[in-house]
């Protein structure tokens, strides 16, 4: 089972007037085999290049613009300042805009699953929205923006954790409409088939034990360069490193759990404007980070 516990982004659930202070760790790991390219020469990482598909020539990043297709080989150009003025604003919330039964979220939605730890002192209110969650059968949809893409996500109780899980949009799920798919009924089979396929289920029943499956290409794959490694066969790559992502503090308002219930629709209100009061410094920060990366870069040109 996958384990680790960086933080990969630091904010808080919000619904009504309350804000839970929390940050979000991968839950899922992708264990497949991950061949890299190499240049055989001199064993380093091996790219993707900016190429012209017609000419084969090799273009600058001034040179590109973006387009979406409307029709086919018909393009329309979006400007960077286009791109800007409807992209969703940066915040450090998951903000839950619906809580609907937990029965009724299709697994064809689930997409990636993170786990949610609470910070800044909210273990209290993180532990009543998990019990709450728990009790009543209930997730929580809610709007969460990570690395500059927003996302549709459900936060659901999983044990003594709640898990984040990044979900699907409506228009990515494919309807069934294409599909030949028998009619719904029991007509297309006779009894005693049925009688027999679910002896053969309850036979084949038993506990849910993640350890019973293995990626069994990737073990075989695995033990070869074990192999390998014990008998010297290694190559040095240097590698590029990754930078954590920024992430503000959020002030922890479990009192105004009260003031949401007789409040509504205008403690929704309130809330929104005191989140956008308090994400005001972590902007500035975030601002002063763009010019001293912005002076170093002119510094280092000079």
């Not at 680790?4 to 982004?9: C, P, V």
């Not at 790219?47 to 012209?52: L, T």
């Amino acid at each position: 089972m996958a384990t680790g516990s960086r933080t990969l982004w630091k904010g808080a659930i919000t619904f009504g007037l309350v804000h839970i202070p929390v940050g979000l760790h991968t839950a899922a790991t992708e264990q497949g085999v991950d061949f890299d390219w190499l240049d055989k020469r001199s064993m380093d990482p091996v790219g993707y290049k900016r190429v012209n598909k017609r000419t084969g020539k090799e273009i600058s990043k001034e040179n590109i613009v973006k387009g979406v297709e409307y029709e086919d080989g018909k393009y329309v150009i979006i400007s960077p300042e286009e791109i800007e003025a409807v992209f969703p604003k940066t915040t450090q919330t998951i903000e839950i805009e619906r809580f609907i039964d937990a029965v009724e979220m299709p697994f064809i939605f689930l997409e990636r699953p993170y786990y949610v730890s609470p910070i800044n002192k909210s273990d209290k209110v993180y532990a009543l929205l998990r019990e709450v969650l728990l009790d009543t059968g209930k997730v929580g949809l809610a709007k969460v923006l990570i690395a500059t893409k927003q996302h549709l996500a459900a936060l659901v109780p999983s044990g003594s954790a709640l898990v984040l899980n990044l979900l699907r949009w409506g228009d990515e799920v494919k309807t069934l409409d294409s599909l030949d798919l028998p009619p719904a009924g029991r007509k297309s089979f006779g009894a005693a088939e049925l009688k027999m396929a679910k002896q053969l289920v309850a036979e084949m029943s038993g506990k849910w034990d993640p350890e019973d499956f293995k990626d069994e290409f990737r073990h075989q794959v695995m033990k070869l360069v074990d192999k390998k490694v014990k008998a010297g066969k290694t190559e040095t790559v240097i590698e590029p490193e990754e930078e954590a992502p920024e992430s503000s503090n959020v002030i922890d308002l479990t009192e105004l759990l009260q003031r949401s219930l007789k409040g509504g629709a205008k403690a929704t209100g309130k809330a929104s404007s005191k989140t956008a009061a308090m994400k005001t410094p972590a902007k500035k920060a975030a601002t002063k980070r763009t010019a001293a990366k912005r002076s170093a870069s002119q510094r280092k040109a000079a």
